[in-house]
């Protein structure tokens, strides 16, 4: 509360190891407890409100379906407008400071990617992304950006959501800022050109001179990296 020249201990009885926080601008924080991650609990997500006796609250079982959540994101506009992301594709949101949730799951975003255009055709976006990190833009009112494992993306989640599954759109980000690295690439006579990339499956590339001709048509394999071979 003095800017950081003090500090004080929150009560016992919170996240065990904490790896992501995000506080709002009513000064409540929200956090994903890293531990439990690591344990595929699905009880990972708290918030501390520092007003009176200050009390952590687990409201993991305020989420339906309940996957380990990855990133807390607090929108700087707006106190009340709450978002957590996980590995599984899926963004919960609240409108009303946590007391609500609307999760996103089970329908899968819909993925435009006019910048970097394979992002956005299947297999890639059938694994959609992993919103590893995420944070609102504070200039930006109500915009989410996610960043991930395939690229970064934006999307405007609605503030209270009519429907308890939203649909959903998000916006590649991504050109400009990410490089594949080719393991093995061949040309058969009078074929396009095939490739393959660590982490992220095969590619055809059928001209050179576009980038909306690259397409990716092997998926890329969760824990695994695809070399290819001669």
């Known amino acids: ?13 919170g996240p065990a190891e904490i790896c ?9 924080v929200y956090v994903v407890d890293y531990a439990a991650n ?24 305020l989420f339906a379906p309940a996957p ?37 799951g089970p329908n899968v975003p819909t993925a435009v990617a006019t910048d970097v255009p394979w992002l956005g055709h299947p297999p890639s976006v059938d694994t959609a992304y992993s919103g ?13 950006w996610i960043a991930e494992g395939k690229g970064i993306w934006t ?12 649909l959903l759109t998000i916006t590649s980000r991504t050109k400009g800022s990410y490089t594949i690295i080719v393991q093995q690439l061949i040309k058969p006579p009078g074929g396009p050109i095939l490739m393959t990339a660590q982490d ?7 001209d050179v001179t576009s980038e909306a001709a690259v397409n990716q048509f092997i998926p890329e394999v969760p824990g695994a990296s695809q070399q290819g071979t001669g």
């Open 20 to 28: 992501s926080m995000s506080i709002s601008s009513d000064g409540i």
């Open 132 to 144: 590893e990190v995420s944070m609102f833009d504070p200039s930006n009112s109500g915009l989410l």
């Open 68 to 104: 380990p959540w990855y990133c807390a994101s607090a929108d700087p506009n707006n106190a009340a407008h709450i978002a957590f992301t996980d590995s599984d594709s899926q963004i919960n949101l609240s409108g009303d400071h946590g007391a609500n949730w609307y999760n996103s």
């Open 38 to 61: 690591l344990a595929g609990s699905a009880t990972n997500a708290w918030k501390y409100d520092p007003s009176g006796s200050g009390t952590w609250t687990n409201f993991s079982t």
């Open 155 to 166: 999307t405007t989640p609605p503030v209270l959501p009519n429907q308890p599954s939203p």
């Open 1 to 13: 509360t003095d800017g950081g020249q003090t500090f004080s201990a929150t009560h016992s009885g």
């Open 200 to 206: 992220r499956g095969g590619f055809r590339q059928t």
